[in-house]
């Protein structure tokens, strides 16, 4: 009952622990200009290795279970190398050293607790949401606080993923040693796989060029909270009411992205039902890759960095961002329909 | 919002055309590789 809530806890750690590296202790260090190449580096690190690590662990049940606490570790290590290297060596060199450990780390954790999460959920969304949710805060509060007080936020991550991984240390013996098959049920096919895949991707540019609502201070923490929100309440609804309403909840949020301007709450609220169907996306991967857990994880992380990538190629203005965005949720809802077909709760997982 | 937004970076990507195309050769290898593993697991079912 208690290994939902530490996988939780543990992903806002490690992300807000990553996120303190970044712009606590890189930013600063960097001479002008290196920035973006830094970060891209990091998203393809942390998220472009999902995949490949995930069908390596898939075969690897023992290694899956250690690989949470693993992961927490490795990014701890990052982070404590970024932290007191930088204290003893001005310069860029143990940032960039630390951003690099902590994105292998962060990159083990992820796809460690997808896979158990997704193996385990039973078919149900909600778990998926609970899970995916918290890494929105640990994004948003790791770059608020490491921004505003690095000196009170770094130590303070230090000792939150130090925590989290020892919680996760005790869980290595539950039962993950063995991946069980997903489902019992027909797999989705290829071409269900592909549709999802570019529905995904689709959905990555679309986050990556949301409206940003005009807020200051604290408020700017809003948009990671809403974003939390609807990945949690893209799970439960979507178990209460059938998968199809989390895809409803995606195709609303594009009238309201579109129509967001001076006024914040119109772009707040595109954002919460935009980031619902997180959950359905993992379980369908799930759906059309049963027996490999790990990997369909990691590749709805793949086609996420795709799509982010895919965004840095132009620099529309705001008015075309918000008209891309409400088009992209669109096609990405109906892509998501197609790929899931009739499938409703659990029929295709059990 | 699991990742970075690139524009939060003191240099837009897109101005670093090197970075973009060893990210895009990166990204395309990984496609590639995921492409493979997923032929691969699909024949064993």
């Known amino acids: 009952m208690k290994k939902p809530y530490i996988f939780t806890l543990s992903h806002l750690a490690v992300d807000f622990a990553c996120f303190n590296i970044l712009f606590a202790l890189l930013l600063p260090a960097l001479p002008d200009g290196n920035g973006g190449t830094l970060f891209l580096l990091y998203n393809l690190l942390a998220f472009g290795l999902q995949a490949p690590i995930g069908a390596f662990i898939d075969s690897r049940p023992r290694l899956r279970a250690i690989g949470p606490c693993l992961g927490g570790v490795v990014t701890a290590l990052g982070l404590a190398a970024a932290y007191l290297g930088r204290a003893f060596v001005p310069g860029p060199v143990f940032p960039v050293l630390g951003m690099t450990v902590a994105a292998l780390g962060n990159a083990v954790f992820h796809v460690c607790v997808g896979s158990i999460v997704l193996t385990e959920s039973g078919g149900a969304l909600s778990p998926a949401g609970l899970f995916n949710c918290a890494g929105a805060l640990g994004v948003g509060f790791g770059t608020y606080f490491g921004t505003g007080i690095p000196a009170v936020s770094v130590p303070a991550a230090l000792v939150v993923i130090v925590l989290a991984s020892l919680a996760l240390w005790t869980l290595r013996r539950d039962e993950l040693r063995e991946v069980k098959p997903a489902t019992d049920a027909e797999p989705l096919p290829g071409w269900a796989l592909a549709l999802l895949c570019a529905a995904m991707v689709l959905h990555g540019l679309g986050g990556s060029w949301m409206p940003e609502p005009p807020l200051n201070g604290a408020l700017t923490l809003l948009p990671p909270i809403m974003i939390c929100l609807g990945r949690l309440s893209g799970g439960v609804l979507g178990d209460a009411a059938g998968r199809r309403s989390a895809v409803l909840m995606m195709a609303v949020s594009a009238p309201l992205v579109i129509l967001s301007g001076a006024t914040p709450w119109p772009a707040l609220v595109g954002t919460l039902l935009f980031w619902t169907i997180v959950p359905l996306f993992q379980l369908t991967a799930l759906s059309a890759l049963p027996d490999s857990p790990g990997f369909a994880f990691g590749l709805t992380k793949l086609c996420l960095l795709a799509g982010t990538f895919l965004s840095s190629l132009a620099a529309p203005s705001e008015y075309d961002r918000r008209w891309i965005v409400g088009a992209a949720a669109l096609v990405a809802a109906a892509l998501t329909l197609l790929a899931t077909g009739k499938n409703k709760k659990k029929e295709t997982i059990k | ?45």
């Open chain 2, 1 to 45: 919002m699991n990742l970075i937004p690139l524009d939060v970076a003191p240099e837009p990507v897109y101005e670093s055309p090197t970075m973009l195309i060893i990210a895009a050769a990166a990204i395309i290898v990984l496609a590639a590789a995921a492409i493979v593993i997923i032929l691969k697991r699909g024949g064993k079912r």
